[in-house]
């Protein structure tokens, strides 16, 4: 459909500019509601900073769902973009930008094709990046009920552009959250022995938590544990009392998943009992692993029209998982190719791949229904 | 004179309610400067934050000196007290209220007695918290100009109420700061091989940095090297590219004391380049040793109405040594027993040491003055 | 055949009295070549301490090896058995007395029955354990000339008793080695600032390594870095000046085993920097992964009689890699199900996997040689 | 007298070639006890190892008695001399060759001059490297009854030649002496997660060990913990179950010894829980820190005919501490220059020292009868 490709970029910089971390997607959702609304599509806001379209056809028929996730990071933008984030401290560096864009334009295209049968939901999910994430919000809402099929499309940039990889089986890890707390004794940076020294703890913990993954996992199962911040103190010349980290571990295999935080009290305990202090974890089972459903798969394989390929699964975690527990469905992939990691400053994606992420949604759409 | 503790006392409640961090004593040094023209001392403001009171006698005499430090520190007060510090983040938590408060209690008695001959200087300093410190910029305005003998009372819990130390020689240490930046790489945290973790690098760096004391420096030079701040990263999920450090080193020696920045460059490269890392050290020479002068601190035990003590030296830096450059002096400690370390969120003195304070100012002076 | 289960067991707890290291199996060797000699089967010794028996039928015909692994490891047995090792610091705790045990009852009963056509060539293979092993040496001597097909038959306890695990492509890891020295200066215990300190410089390093397998390699490439020995010091009050480390490398892609000596080299140099001393890294490249021919693996799961199970690959690895680069071919895993890890000093094997495994080598052999 | 001081340069040499360590001084002490036989000193051999002389004079009179230490160390001598150690892995790396040589010079002399009154003891004390020390065993054997003085000469390289410190009071620290075991579980290297690593806490122990310096003991009171041993594992790819560290602290204020353990027993099973390992310590309270009485050094500083001068006390300890509780006496230390300190492979004296002591002695005796 002439112009939908043109909207998609406009979308996408436009959204780019204007990122909103997890849960405060306000404008976000107001834009993607009146945009659904001036193509036609049924609105509906699941959730405060969510927003569910639907295009119902005439007679019944499958329902297909649709989901793009909407959120941004709490990052600063290195990018250099002529489009880059206006809001300090904030930053589309995972393609939710172009996701939702690509969903926009797959509902403006078969808003104007028409639905024949059955329905296409569009889901505009907020709250990907932190857990427990948005989709469990939006399916406590109803948004999955009588859905047959669903479907997503990530932009990937370690594939390069004109790939899809749509994989049956394990695709995405488990994503879990955690934080912890040392507890010692603040004091003047001068009398240390007077002090229970928490930078001095964290600090040894960081490095004995890499020994789960180093040591304490059979090397044959992917696992991840990352500190992702730390923070203790506020001046140079006073021992703080406090000090916090956050992570996240990934893992597949179940017996792994639920290892890793018995390990981290282990280790926690112990390290922190070697420097008088006390630990404490608050461990958050976040997203199961996403595990695409054989069928759903070889359904959006068939209607690929660039070039196929299957790489090995990620270390990445995705929410999306929770709809796979709700109906059958497929987290596919397109190639953005670009030279920095996702959640990176200077994450920047090819944006010729807004094109085929947007075709694949509407030729997937288009065969369930058919 | 009659209800001099008692203002003491009130006053340095009024402090301790509103503290202000270093080098921005705006309403301190207000209060200050109102309270000295109060009680008929002629005002000056030798900075923006700082306040200068003097007391002339009719004829020539000497020039003695006595000095305060006015500022508070960036901690979050937790000691419970009725009087507790009504700014979130700021505390008194090193007892500076009270030097404030006891030195203006000695400007009210010496007010009111009056100055015979020579001139008694009242020196409110700013910023002594943070090098390099206020002392530079009073010396610059003059503050020290004539001056014959310079004194200070420091307030410290660690001696018992009742006690008082002024000891010849070697008293305080040097105490130097250190801000550290490690750069890396930003990523995904669940792909950490496509990023350069600057937390497990700031991890290892804080270990390592425990050899420059426990392993490199002579056992029988003491020496303090303290990482009081670290901070990275915003999110669990993200790999942080930077982490950024501060802390502080003390010692006696200026053989040690030029050693430590060299060990702290050699071990933060080494450590940083086994992660693929890069570090930055920005080193501050901050205040020198104060060493008391022998006949100064002779003039003040003479003085010493409570039982004298001669406690070990202590690793906490001033920048009354900034003066003792310029002057001979002594830097005495008054006994304000209490169960938490200097710059402890739970800090608290014992306020009847105000008076022991209050008095040793007074008579110094006369004592100088006589 | 009658009595041959016997004589395995039997053989194997002979072998396990008299463990002999790698590259040492005078008495094994001697042991091997007189039994096969005996038993009729033709002897020669491609090297001093390994032997190459033949059984050849009288027409042309295929070429079969089997191989077994005949050497011991350095570790004092704990296991308790009646027929614990006699010697201090050797035991067979990882089966290799079985093998070979194992191969001589295939041997006896092939004499017995006799090989139609074609050949079976038995290798006794020496220096298993210890990089570069002894395969190389026997190929060399030309023991893998007109070979069709090779196999192997490996005791594993990780696997129940009755269980046969024959998988092909990936199966066991690449093994490399590696050895590092870390010099500092030698010292008195009680002047460490006059001494580099190697055993606070090695220990960091341990630490330090942790990071390859847990930061900076892909968690879905199956990696191990282990440090098997670490060594300084032969006194409590002298700081040793060196320190040395042995290790060995796991992996299956080829890009990942070339980098975990890139990183070590990064690490080690990084991490002697921040503590003043210096590295040294000598690396070798030990045994390529075992990779299984489809179709050897295929004749061999025709003709295993006990359960077939598939499990994960190994991240031990076999110099049995050697034959594998000769001629296609099979290293089966018989489970021998006990409660030790192989290495541990107390290993222990069930024997009635003995049978199994003799069983396994016979009916092999003679599915090709049919 | 003529030719002693080629005497003893001569002995020393025969000694530095022949040292035998701790409580092996078989040799040594034959050396000794002929040497003064044939000088006709009355010898009789308090222990097995050891060696008392005594000369006593016609009439009463006071008792001074010398003190040498006579062992070497376990290191491998490379310091290149002519006359280098001809027992692998022993050495003379500490100055007892010297010590020994110039007490025997001592008794020459002495004993040729003639003894007027009272007595000279020689003590030739065996393991002063190893603690408990063998003075304990010499004093259990009597050999201070009735010694109204007792002392000691130490050769010393950061002292330049020329020079000779007797200072009154702390003079050489505490020496403490431990063991650590850490138990694990042993396992293939290549399978970590079946193991529990004790090279891997190990070396996270030694570096949270640094703390105890560092953080935990008040900067200005010295104090050193050095881990002078590490030794696990005896193969590259087999994870070894025991790790084995041995080590030193040193101490002047009893508290600060008392703390020492508790802290090594607090990080010591914080660490090993960590990595689920065991530890266990053994500490032994070594030698007291030597206290030289004030008379007794005001009397050798009487006879001192070269440069007098008064260094820092030294860390390191000396088991002279058990006699200087028999009796008041002054532990001197005589400079004899080198660029290695002591216990380091290449450590040297400048003999010249020799001579200096040898007089040393005599003069002190001759004053303490005279």
Redesign the interface.
Known sequence: MAGVEEDVVAWRRHLHRHPEVSFEEHETSAFVAQTLAELGVEVSRPTETSVLGRLRGDGDGPVVALRADIDA???QEESGVDFASERP?AMH?CGHDGHTAMLLGAAKTLAADGVPRGEVRFIFQHGE?LAPGGARDMIAAGVMEGVDFVYGCHLWT?LEYGKVAAVPGDWM?A?D???ITITG???????????V?T??C???????L???????????Q????????????????????E?RL???A?SFDPDVRSLIPKLIE???????????ASFELRFVYGYKPVVNDPVATELVRSVVRDELVEP??????DDFSAYLAEAPGCYAFVGAGGPF?????RFVIDERALAIGTRLHVDVANKVLG
């Open positions: 990071l709490p990052i401290g560096a990046e370690p890890a994503a959250f955690f934080e004794r603040g004091g003047h940076a001068g009398l240390p022995h007077t002090a020294d930078v001095a964290a600090a040894e913990l960081v490095g004995s890499q020994h789960i993954v180093a040591r304490r996992i059979d090397p044959l992917p696992a991840v544990v990352t500190i992702g911040s730390i923070h203790a103190g506020d001046a140079p010349n006073v021992i703080p009392g000090a956050t992570g996240t990934r282990e280790i926690g305990h112990g390290v922190s009992a070697a420097h008088g090995d699964p990620i270390m990445g975690g990691p996702h959640h990176h400053p």
